[in-house]
């Protein structure tokens, strides 16, 4: 069974930095793509970044690209976000998840949350002004 893992999250002030974690177990690390995704408050969850299995393929959402970088280390089988230059509306539950690289037939598959198979349990971001 996979299992996603996060860490990281905590409490940040305005143009701080903050790097998540994401550790996978009971798959093979190496065949997965993933992806992170925030959710705010009253708000829907949103695509915030994705790397592919190989992690020559990265993509990021407007609203943070230039400012949060994706890594992947599979010696240790965890994803990395890195997120840097913080601003208040990146507050937000971050979730990271994972699906088998061929299951994402198109490209923007990557970028919508139903595609994804795993899932984490969140960790909070807050970011204060």
């Known amino acids: 069974q996979v299992q996603l893992v996060e860490s990281g999250g905590g409490l940040m002030q305005a143009g701080g930095s903050l790097r998540l974690s994401c550790t996978v177990s009971?798959?093979?690390?190496?065949?997965?793509?993933m992806g992170w995704f925030r959710q705010a408050p009253g708000k829907e969850r949103e695509f915030v970044g994705h790397?592919?299995?190989?992690?020559?393929?990265?993509i990021y959402a407007r609203s943070v690209k230039g400012r949060f970088t994706i890594s992947r280390d599979n010696a240790k089988n965890t994803w990395y976000l890195q997120m840097n230059s913080l601003k208040p509306e990146d507050t937000a539950v971050y979730y990271c998840?994972?699906?088998?690289?061929?299951?994402?037939?198109?490209?923007?598959?990557?970028?919508?949350?139903?595609?994804?198979?795993?899932w984490g349990q969140g960790t909070q971001v807050t970011v204060s002004s």
């Open positions: 790397i592919n299995l190989g992690g020559g393929l990265t």
């Open positions: 998840a994972a699906v088998r690289e061929y299951l994402l037939a198109r490209y923007n598959d990557r970028l919508v949350a139903g595609s994804y198979d795993y």
């Open positions: 009971g798959g093979t690390f190496s065949t997965y793509s």
